[in-house]
């Protein structure tokens, strides 16, 4: 219905019959709107420049109050938070299983890798580990007064019963040193011991092995690397300025982490061998130390950023120069930041990564601002007196940056619907932030401006504003030539007038529509490559310490599986005992489930009842008999020994408060490694087994939580982009007046998401709860690059010359009036995240590449196709717009152009502009 109703409009807005009345309606409106704004701009300038040191000071102080926030200052650092939806099936059930098993133990691993041409089975290797193994248990340190030990941290089935094994090639010897050393041949066991004997769940005896070579029979014959693991306690509590964790094994995990590095010199000597630790916590501190490294980066963005605005805005004559400006805007900036992030924490939005990157957003579009405003400056060169000046200036250029401005606050606050948390967030704080920086911009900037032109009336240097100066005073001046304040230089000649005639020649035309062919061209092809993938890993900067351990995890146990439990909630036990063997059956046989990975308790209690406790077998249901069930339950998690021993299923199972029955179960299983480096493969894996288990159980593992959010994303970012750019349209529609100019730039930015998740696959980038947030900036920035082309086109009518027509000169004009605007705001975007292009965290590398492309993208579409297109199909003109032909100078393509000329206002002419102020309202 929506569809349709556009194409009526868009129909009726074309109709010869209706044409002329329909605009006229439309026109209407928005130049009441248009009318409106520039009124409440010129009174807000008024109230500025009468006034500009307590503007100056209100900014100040509203700033510092808002920064009160930080004392509210919560961040959340939960990955599974940040990118999974809290009413998500995977977030629910983790509720389900946490409240019933409590927190999944944290897992340690310890490798060590041999010397090349060594193996790791040999007796002295074998020994080396046995070493390695003793030293992790003999590690201490002390966390808040308590002397922390493995002891002390390791996981238990309960209070009282003894640590959890490390699993490991040593568990053919019960990780014992006196019964390694009396095994004359390490190697022979390996081979005629059978590891179910050992181990009669979990994965096989070459998840423990590294590069193992086997004979033609199968039998072991060395292997490079071996692995242990360990399993730790997860109490979690909250940790100031980290989260939640628990505090003794976090810390624990750190020490052994950095001690093992410290000794694998000396081990690669004495043993020819070198053992890495690779930890949760210790990746975690990587990604913290990642971020802190970049801070430098921001610095320097905000440098390079701040020099290049100071230039933009100087001149060579001194007097007439505003590179403080510059310096102001910038400030601007970070007072808005500043100011967003304390409103935002005082209302109780939380930080999180990804929002570190707002300060960047915010940069491109402020700058940007400020560029606009004091274009309308320097087009109001002939007003002398400056109050009057600056308040005309800002009339003018307070509807482009209004458009602009709310365009993204809107565009931001469809954003902010989404499910994904870190995306959501993001879009708040970039609400608020856009919302305070126009403000900042309209007046803290405004108000410095006003002072500034003060300075250059009182004939004062620029930046030093008691050094007295001439109008020729500055650098490189020639005296003789013809200048006047409204001649913006280089910037305006390139921009403004050689890239409208090369563009607008037919050989500029077609060169950039095959460009642009081809950008979207190679951007669907690479829609259908884009690859769902996350990893905690990719936050892990590089050279950090960790990086070893990650290399030997990658090198040897790449495609390791993942483990996971098939859940049974409060069902009839006693009665339903082939629920859960046909569970186990299920997951024997998917194909997403590593082979004989499966450990069933059920299967182990009816085993033990048939050998132990015939009488209560029931042999033709083949089951044990209901009324013994629960009593022959608690004999053999009490007396069990041997391969099917109760004690590994005493954390599986769950009695009721009153010990009258079981209130849930698991059963656990291994997932094949493939998941671990698709995206896609980990989706079709957990839907599969949720299918295959539905009515019996239901399968969870952690990763489930992140796998979650890969279903979610596709979704998320056409639902977002979609309401974002609907929104964007009509605000554009109406602010402009034009339906078929909304449609155009609406179109643009859908090409630049497009060409955007298009070169995703060409850049190493993979789609993800970080790369999703540029997705949907993409919307809020490039507006910002066409809409202001668009409306200037709209500004300006003018009839046919020579070689030109008039939508081709009107296409120009627009070029030349916010061209140069547009440009400079796109680069010195590009110059505050280029330091970023160096960073070391993950957020920031991600955030670089899709910040270069949405302003590669969108000046390509807003500066060169949105003014081509007009050229060839732009709307007419508004009814009342003045004719371009009567100003030379702003049209490129009219032969008198470059004539010499002293400084006029920018359109309407002077008698027009004199005649608008003084007209009745209904004018």
Not at 620 to 632: C, M
Request: with cysteine; hydrophobic share 45%; glycine share 6%.
């Amino acid at each position: 219905k929506a569809t349709v109703s556009v194409l009526y409009w868009f129909h009726l807005y074309n109709k010869p019959m209706a044409c002329t009345a329909f605009k006229e309606r439309l026109e209407n409106a928005s130049a009441a709107v248009h009318k409106g704004t520039e009124k409440a701009f010129e009174k807000l300038s008024t109230v500025v420049v009468e006034s500009p040191w307590i503007t100056i000071g209100s900014c100040v102080l509203f700033t510092i109050v808002m920064a009160q926030g930080i004392w509210l200052y919560d961040e959340e650092l939960s990955a599974d938070k940040q990118f999974t939806p809290r009413d998500s099936r995977a977030v629910r059930e983790e509720d389900w299983v946490v409240e019933r098993f409590g927190q999944d133990s944290r897992q340690v691993t310890l490798m060590i890798e041999a010397d090349e041409g060594t193996s790791m089975l040999t007796r002295e290797s074998l020994l080396f580990m046995q070493e390695a193994h003793e030293w992790m248990l003999s590690r201490s340190l002390i966390v808040d007064g308590v002397n922390v030990t493995y002891d002390v941290v390791c996981s238990r089935y309960s209070s009282t019963d003894p640590c959890k094994t490390p699993i490991s090639v040593l568990s053919f010897w019960q990780h014992n040193r006196t019964l390694l050393e009396a095994d004359a041949d390490p190697l022979r066991t390996i081979n005629t011991v059978s590891w179910r004997e050992i181990e009669p769940t979990g994965p096989p005896l070459s998840y423990y092995l590294g590069e193992a070579v086997r004979s033609s029979n199968d039998s072991v014959q060395s292997a490079r690397a071996v692995r242990m693991t360990y399993d730790l306690k997860n109490e979690k509590e909250e940790i100031s300025g980290i989260g939640e964790d628990d505090p003794q094994s976090r810390y624990f995990e750190i020490m052994i982490a950095e001690t093992s590095a410290d000794r694998r010199g000396q081990d690669r000597t004495a043993h020819k061998a070198a053992m890495f630790i690779l930890t949760v916590a210790q990746e975690n501190v990587a990604g913290d130390d990642a971020i802190q490294q970049d801070v430098i980066s921001l610095i320097i963005g905000y440098m390079l950023l701040l020099f290049y605005a100071s230039f933009v805005l100087s001149r060579g004559r001194v007097k007439y120069s505003h590179s403080l400006l510059g310096i102001v805007s910038v400030v601007s900036v970070g007072l808005s930041t500043f100011a967003a992030y304390g409103f935002c924490w005082l209302i109780g939005v939380k930080f999180n990564n990804v929002v570190q990157v707002l300060v960047l957003v915010l940069l491109g579009v402020g700058v940007d601002d400020t560029f606009v405003i004091m274009d309308s400056w320097w087009d109001c060169a002939h007003l002398p007196d400056m109050k009057e000046r600056m308040i005309t200036a800002l009339k003018h250029a307070g509807p482009a940056i209004t458009i602009t401005s709310v365009t993204d606050l809107i565009a931001f606050l469809a954003g902010s619907s989404t499910a994904l948390p870190a995306l959501k967030d993001f879009c708040y704080y970039a609400s608020v932030g856009i919302a305070f920086d126009f403000v900042f911009q309209c007046t803290f900037v405004v108000a410095i401006a006003y002072l500034d032109s003060v300075r250059q009336e009182k004939a004062r240097a620029d930046m030093l504003c008691c050094v007295p100066v001439t109008d020729d005073s500055g650098v490189c001046v020639n005296k003789d030539e013809p200048w006047s304040e409204g001649d913006r230089g280089i910037q305006k000649r390139v921009v403004g007038t050689y890239l409208p005639r090369l563009l607008l020649h037919p050989i500029g035309k077609l060169v950039v529509l095959l460009m642009t062919l081809f950008f979207l061209a190679i951007g669907i092809f690479g829609c259908t490559k884009v690859k769902m993938n996350y990893d905690n890993e990719w936050f892990i900067p590089d050279g950090h310490a960790i990086e070893d351990a990650i290399d030997v995890r990658d090198r040897y146990f790449a495609r390791s599986e993942l483990p996971a439990n098939a859940y049974f909630g409060d069902i009839d036990y006693p009665n339903q005992q082939e629920v859960v063997l046909r569970g186990a059956t299920i997951l024997r046989r998917n194909v997403w489930a590593v082979a004989n990975s499966t450990s069933s308790w059920m299967e182990d209690f009816q085993m033990w009842v048939q050998t132990e406790q015939g009488a209560h077998w029931d042999t033709t249901n083949a089951k044990v008999v209901p009324g013994e069930f629960y009593r022959l339950l608690r004999q053999y998690a009490s007396t069990a020994t041997g391969p099917r021993a109760a004690w590994q299923h005493i954390d599986n199972i769950r009695w009721k408060a009153d010990g009258s029955g079981l209130t849930a179960s698991r059963i656990g299983f291994f997932i094949v490694g493939a998941v671990n480096s698709d995206g896609e493969d980990a989706v079709d894996a957990m839907d599969n087994l949720r299918a295959e288990l539905d009515g019996v159980a239901f399968p969870w593992a952690f990763s489930f939580v992140f796998w979650e959010a890969y279903k979610l994303i596709i979704q998320e970012i056409t639902r977002n982009v979609a309401i974002a750019g609907s929104c964007v349209f009509l605000l554009v529609t109406i602010m402009i007046a034009n339906i078929q100019l909304g449609l155009l730039v609406t179109v643009a930015i859908g090409c630049v998401d497009v060409c955007m998740i298009g070169f995703m696959p060409f850049i190493g980038v993979e789609l993800n709860g970080v790369s999703v947030v540029s997705i949907v900036l993409a919307v809020g920035l490039s507006v910002d690059y066409s809409v202001h082309i668009a409306n200037a086109f709209l500004h300006v009518g003018c009839e046919d010359i020579e070689g030109y027509s008039g939508r081709e000169q009107r296409a120009a004009f627009a070029l030349w009036k916010m061209g140069p605007a547009v440009v400079n705001g796109g680069v010195s975007t590009f110059l505050a995240i280029l330091p970023v292009a160096f960073a070391v965290s993950y957020v920031f590398k991600v955030f670089f590449r899709m910040f270069a492309m949405i302003i590669f993208f969108g000046q390509w579409f807003g500066v060169l196709v949105v003014p081509l297109l007009l050229s060839l199909v732009g709307p007419d003109q508004y009814l009342s717009a003045p004719d371009l032909n009567a100003t030379p100078y702003q049209n490129p393509l009219h032969p008198d152009h470059d004539e010499p000329r002293v400084a006029k206002p920018s359109l309407p002419a002077d008698e027009e502009l004199e005649a608008t102020r003084n007209a009745p309202e209904s004018v």
